[in-house]
């Protein structure tokens, strides 16, 4: 037997090394962390906005949008004594729509009347 092999026939294992990342290595670090960063922070701004709208703001309700329903036909059914300009405005704020198109199966959040 020589001096670097043991009983079984195989040289022992060298002193483990320390890790050495590459630049490709530092970069998935870099980016893998920045994604989760953003990604906390996109959950958190959600989650604060709807605790906004429903804690601080009128009542809502969820409906879903009918087939044929515009902004102006929910709002005239939903506040028929009032002007439905104002509605289908306060409507739009509060699910935070761009245009006035609707889609059926779509949820709305209105007020409550009351």
Known sequence: MT??????????????TRVHLT???RLVLTVLGA???????SFGRTGSQAATVTESGPALQQVTVQSGDTLWSVAQRMAPDNDP???VAQIKRINSLH?????AGQQLLLPTAG
């Not at 001096?3 to 483990?16: K, S």
């Not at 994604?35 to 922070?41: K, Q, R, S, V």
């Not at 245009?99 to 889609?103: D, F, H, T, V």
Request: glycine share 12%; net charge positive; no cysteine.
């Open 3 to 16: 001096a670097t092999q043991t009983r079984t026939g195989y040289a022992p294992l060298a002193a483990p």
């Open 23 to 25: 630049r490709r290595g």
């Open 35 to 41: 994604l989760l960063l953003f990604a906390a922070i």
């Open 85 to 87: 300009r104002e509605v």
């Open 99 to 103: 245009g006035s198109g609707l889609q």
